[in-house]
């Protein structure tokens, strides 16, 4: 991408140069002595002054980097930004509509599954065609749409596939090198635009000569802008091809269901409208839909043809069989809007971390779990949201409760404690808030700890909506009933760290460089949390030397020195750490968190508490990571 974006910014800046020459030419009198033949091209731009040329590509490609630094600023805001610029809608949480609630019901299955955040839904009403797109910075932060047209169009199954494609392109990173594309094309295709603006807006000038100059130059520019229309749709096809094949092959992946992948290209096919956009950025974007948004053909396809993709995730597909069987199901599908709520397992209030199961994995093969979706883990993810109960995940759409329950999610089980976090909450004005969070306790503190991270992420999807006072509020009342009590335990650390990053101010992470024996500070005080969390409560006998085992496991795997932070273990310098070392580079990250799995499976074991903090730690890396404990049924983590 990188060398053809340069190779196009040369091609622009050398015609514009040429341009310039002649409008040069124009405004001064060359003189020909008669007789002499008529100088050709190159002795008439050769009487151009170096310096033209100089300043005309300085000031071309000035704009053309401008431009594209502009327009990378716009998309600060992210996925959000995308979305509104293909006319989305986001999704209220709390929804009524059947076909919206499906959409929310499978986004979710999906991001409890591969251990992101629960993206923002958004639907493009004025859509017809069967489509859909992720878009964000990172994992963290995406946001995922889809056309009507796919929501009435498509089934569950078929629906859970183009899902799936997109999360495939949430976890490979195509998201931001997507966006990243937006930023760069822009700038390429401006000079054509500032072509066609001095074409609309040179009419009525009094002075000809003047106006027929303007013309000139605006038409020579528009002409130019083609060329970089040219490698901006060459480069586009160029990215997008084989990450589409990727996205579908990780779609049958996570779903095991080649049928519902081949199923929904096979709607697309069969449609009238296909996959086509009509909103005015389909073009600008045709890069990070699902199927063919502009139908440009050849060369600049940015999507493999339809049957190549078909025959690829399911070999034999036969559209009229197919056809049939979805047919005799559309009936009872059609009713689907929510999974069906089993009675919650219920327990004492009590958590155990100290619960957990005997790991098998080396830390290598640990820490390429991450940014994998694995099919098992989808089933897990719809067996614990079918678990909790119908009420409680209502509320968890609503964002007034989602922040509340965010708040109740810390709240002690002793009576005595939880009167003191609540009295500390509403004296850091949560008053309101403070009375609802100790009602949604009443119902999430009856589950057990596989439950928590997902109602940790529910409650975030709904409360990213809620106005930013309500926002700051949950922060204060949150950090208020926390420190309370004058302890704060890895699960308190875990919740507060992702509500800071995830509903506080939150620039954008830049791409990391650093080594990981540059931040050997950073990452020994968090491979120290880790080890800290994984020592059992009864095991007081042989604490220095499980410890010190885990510490030298992890720092090993790492390649620093083992030594433990000189100052007490804090919450604002563990969260410190973590925020440092997001500046790590992609494989110093995989170094880190390969290092940090050799520390917790030190003993053989993965506890509760290890499970959170490693997948805290993948959610702040950007390094996601499916449930550790999935091989656990919920109910048994309940008892």
Known sequence: MVSLFLLAVVVVVSAVDAMVGFVYLWGIKVHVPQGSPLPGLGQLLALVPGRVYAWGAVLTAG???????????????????VAKMAGGRRVNPSSADPLERRLLNV?????IASGVRVPAAYVMDAERGINAFAAGWDASTAVIAVTRGALETLTRDELQ??????FSHILNGDIRLNIRMIGVLAGIVFIGSIGGFLLRNTRGSRDERGAA????????LFIIGYIGLFFARLIKAKVSREREFLADASSVQFTRNPDGLAGALDQIRESD?????????????SHTFFGEAVPLGGLFETHPPLEERIRRVRPGFQSTAYLKRRAASAAAERAVSAPAAAPAPQRDGRRSDDLGIAWGRSAADSAKMVGVLESAKVDYAVRLLSALPQPLRESLRDPQAA?????????????????????AARAAGGGALAERAAAMAAQTQGLGPAFQLPLVDLALAAAKSAPQAAKDGVLAALQAAIHADRRVSVHEFVILFLVRDQLGARARSPAGSRKLAEMAPQASLVLSVLAHAGIRTDAAGTRAEAL??????????MGIDAAPPAAPLTLDAASDALEALKRLAPLQKALLVKGLFAAVIADGTIRVAEAELMRLVGAALDCPLPPLLAEMDPAALAQ
Do not use: N, P, W, Y
Request: proline content about 0%; hydrophobic content about 60%; some cysteine.
């Open 548 to 557: 010190a085992a885990a510490m030298t496991a992890g720092a090993r795997e």
């Open 403 to 423: 922040c509340a329950a965010l708040v109740g999610l810390v709240l002690a089980g002793a009576e005595e404690v939880k009167r003191l976090q609540l009295d």
């Open 213 to 220: 100059a303007v013309l000139l130059f605006g038409l020579a």
């Open 161 to 166: 596939g183009v899902i799936g494609h997109e």
């Open 107 to 111: 986004v979710e299955e999906m991001a």
């Open 63 to 81: 704009v053309i980097f401008a431009v594209s630094i502009i327009k990378i600023a716009r998309l600060g805001e992210g996925g959000a930004a």
């Open 273 to 285: 409208r296909g996959a086509l956009i009509s909103s005015r950025a389909a073009e600008e974007l």
